[in-house]
């Protein structure tokens, strides 16, 4: 146990009903136990009524949901015409808020939800018929939007446009998604309508920032919490270390799962209602599994029964079924992954444990606020997995309860995104000079450029316009033509991956997950964009090695700190899968096979630092020591970075060298993985100090000797991790940081 954080309890504050809330609204608000809003919920349902686009961005369970309710069903029921677009990042979210809005019973009100498994002639009666249409930035992308001229009536009469969850819209999908609401606003222009937007997040840094820069538009911020909650006790948690099975014997952890199984099993003991979230569905099964085990070997049999499994991918009535039998107390242990971390209303939970960072601060207090959501007392527990980030976080508590959440990062700018989307605007209708205004001005003039020299728009007097009778494609979570994987046994399309992503994900050989199920790759075939997998059930997983080089093409900001240079610019990495490692659950390395995989190459965003002659011999490192220290800085800064920009470490890479051919210097590259950029590496450039301040204090906190998986190695090392020099890493990242700090 590193640290236990005492989070006081909450007294709650209420407010009136505004006057313009509809009486039938509230009078099924009453009748549903809401008898008075929080002051909360009031402001930004204010600021939205009187024409406002606003964000609130409040905890988990502060009722933001009644925050955006109150304006848009006021709207619907005070003028039967008006129409509310409601947005969300999963299909079981939007579910979920249709039946909240249906069980309030209020007449007038035609709620339908729009997916890609809506049949077509219920689409037909939801454009003609529905005023509140709850739907994702997919559809809207793919279907809404291109056929706006079907949906006019429903365009023209948008009052406002809610999105929800709107922190998980970041990197590049959320870049994407930030175009695709500019095109909503464009297309709604056309029409004559101006919706408000009404966001609603998860606390953030900046969450009025981070909205503004998502729908285009000011946006007013309402985060001051003033929802009852009981106190939490939360506990931060480290697995001990052991040795077998481990890279170069160097020391690995016990795997988070298995600890939260063991935990689980002792809270279902105790009679505690809980939730355990894991990183993967197959985590989930094994977790809930282990936990079951573990009652059977403790004579608790009776319990066994009482604990189960939760992810995405089962059918939408065993999720209800699930979610009441956890709600009733029939089942008092559930494993799940971020299925239940957002919209589903699970109350009168005991504890929740976090097998794992979750990847944000948002989603730890989202996860976190899953237990005590009546008021009452709940615990917490955090174990670390075997990660820098995980490392730090439990042995640095401040990092956790003393700072804000990140911000989301996305670029709409970047040209690799703006591209398909002016595309896709012009195909729409034929782009203007006021719309290159609203798609980035100076940013979006070059990209306009390129298109037309492409031959992909033409240029005329009154615009741009779209040249093909084909409609133009972008695929909002990624980049490029998107590469499909299909079972070899039944041709069944089981998903898509980045063609970038490919030849690390699907290689021949590779287990990949799709909807708790486990497939082997047969074949990848770049050319023609298909992977071919089978059904298998192997007990270990795969991970590629890549061998990486870099080159600096642009250098767009540069300082100078006495002997050390930082600087963020454009780079051109290119990279190879080599190999391929498959690891049991535990993290055990079992072998590593060669791949021949094809040269690939990423013209991206980049952060680097350099150091001097001077600022090295002041390290006291050998030249022999150097490579191994500057790689053990470059795979532990990864590690860190996502703690100050909304990323993942698979978002971003690495470089290290001694002598680069570009800085003619012992160099430290951490560059974007995403053509263009997703605006993680500006963010590490912007907070470069305290960036590599937690990166020393992850190092320097692990337990190990000379370094493990907690703090310097990487599970995607092309280099196989070697070498690595934990001691040589501090002594580079105390010159940087002393530099860093006085500058």
Not at 535 to 553: M, R, S, V
Request: proline letters at 6%; one cysteine or more; glycine letters at 8%.
């Amino acid at each position: 146990m590193r640290h236990v954080e005492q989070v006081p309890a909450r007294p709650p504050a209420a407010a009136g009903w505004p006057d313009w809330v509809a009486a039938d609204l509230v009078a099924a608000l009453a009748a549903a136990g809401i008898d008075a809003p929080w002051p909360h919920q009031v402001e930004a349902a204010e600021h939205a009524w009187a024409g406002s686009s606003v964000v609130i961005a409040t905890g988990t369970a502060s009722g933001k949901s009644l925050a955006y309710q109150l304006p848009m069903l006021s709207a619907v029921l005070a003028e039967a015409r008006s129409k509310v677009l409601y947005l969300s990042p999963t299909k079981a979210l939007a579910a979920d808020q249709h039946r909240a809005l249906a069980a309030l019973g209020l007449p007038g009100l035609r709620a339908a939800t729009l997916d890609g498994d809506t049949p077509f002639e219920e689409r037909d009666w939801i454009r003609q018929h529905a005023n509140v249409v709850l739907s994702n930035p997919d559809l809207l992308h793919r279907t809404l939007l291109p056929q706006h001229q079907r949906w006019a009536g429903f365009l023209r009469r948008l009052r406002f446009v809610v999105i929800d969850e709107c922190h998980h819209y970041r990197g590049l999908f959320g870049s994407h998604v930030s175009l695709v609401l500019r095109r909503l606003r464009r297309i709604c222009a056309a029409y004559g309508a101006a919706p408000v937007f009404v966001l609603a997040s998860a606390t953030s840094a900046t969450p009025g920032e981070s909205a503004s820069r998502l729908v285009g538009l000011p946006v007013r911020t309402v985060d001051r919490d003033r929802s009852p909650r009981g106190s939490r006790t939360f506990a931060l948690w480290e697995p001990a270390l052991a040795l077998a099975g481990s890279e170069h014997a160097v020391p690995i952890r016990r795997a988070a799962g298995s600890e939260a199984a063991r935990l689980l099993a002792d809270l279902v003991i105790a009679g505690a209602r809980s939730l355990v979230f894991v990183r993967s569905r197959r985590g989930a099964e094994l977790t809930a599994l282990a936990a079951k085990n573990h009652l059977a070997e403790a004579g608790a049999t009776e319990l066994v029964d009482r604990v189960a499994a939760y992810r995405g991918g089962y059918l939408a009535q065993e999720r209800r079924a699930l979610e009441r039998s956890l709600t009733s107390g029939e089942l008092l242990g559930v494993a799940t992954t971020n299925a239940l971390e957002l919209g589903v209303d699970i109350t009168g939970l005991d504890a929740v444990v976090l097998a794992g960072y979750p990847g944000t601060l948002a989603s730890l207090w989202q996860q976190a606020g899953r237990a005590g959501r009546r008021g009452q007392d709940a615990l917490v527990v955090f174990i670390a997995r075997d990660d820098p980030l995980d490392t730090y976080l439990v042995n640095n508590p401040a990092a956790i309860f003393a700072r804000p959440v990140e911000a989301s990062v996305t670029d709409p700018g970047n040209p690799h995104v703006l591209g398909p989307q002016l595309c896709c605007a012009a195909a729409e209708l034929p782009l203007t000079a006021a719309d290159v205004e609203l798609f980035g001005g100076p940013a979006a003039e070059p990209v306009l450029a390129e298109l037309v020299e492409q031959g992909l728009l033409r240029r005329r007097p009154t615009g741009w316009f779209w040249t093909d009778r084909n409609r133009p494609t972008a695929n909002l979570r990624g980049a490029g033509q998107p590469v499909t994987v299909v079972e070899s046994g039944s041709g069944t399309l089981l998903g898509t991956v980045d063609a970038g992503t490919a030849p690390a994900t699907v290689h021949p050989a590779a287990v990949y997950l799709h909807q708790g199920s486990s497939f082997v790759v047969d074949e990848l075939d770049l050319d023609h964009g298909a992977a071919l997998v089978h059904p298998e059930d192997p007990p270990w997983t795969t991970c590629a090695q890549e061998i990486t080089d870099i080159a600096i093409l642009a250098i767009e900001r540069s300082a100078m700190l006495d002997g050390v240079s930082v600087q963020l610019g454009t780079v051109d990495v290119s990279h190879q899968v080599v190999s391929y490692q498959r690891r049991r659950f535990s993290g055990e390395l079992l072998d590593e096979t060669p791949l021949d995989m094809p040269l690939q190459r990423l013209v991206t965003k980049a952060v680097w630092y350099t150091l001097d002659d001077v600022l090295v011999s002041e390290t006291g490192l050998e030249a022999m020591e150097l490579p191994g220290a500057l790689h053990a800085a470059e795979h532990a800064a990864i590690g860190l970075l996502p703690l100050f920009a909304s990323c993942d470490r698979w978002d971003i890479g690495g470089v290290s060298t001694a002598l680069h051919a570009d800085t003619g210097r012992p160099t430290v590259f951490v560059y974007d993985g995403h053509p263009g950029g997703a605006g993680f590496a500006a963010r590490g450039h912007a907070v470069l100090a305290d960036w590599l301040a937690a990166t020393r204090a992850a190092i320097a906190g692990c337990e190990c000797p000379a370094g493990c998986p907690s703090c310097i190695q990487s599970p995607k090392c092309g280099n196989g991790n070697n070498p690595l020099d934990k001691a040589g890493a501090l002594l580079v990242l105390d010159a940087v940081l002393s530099r860093a700090k006085a500058a």
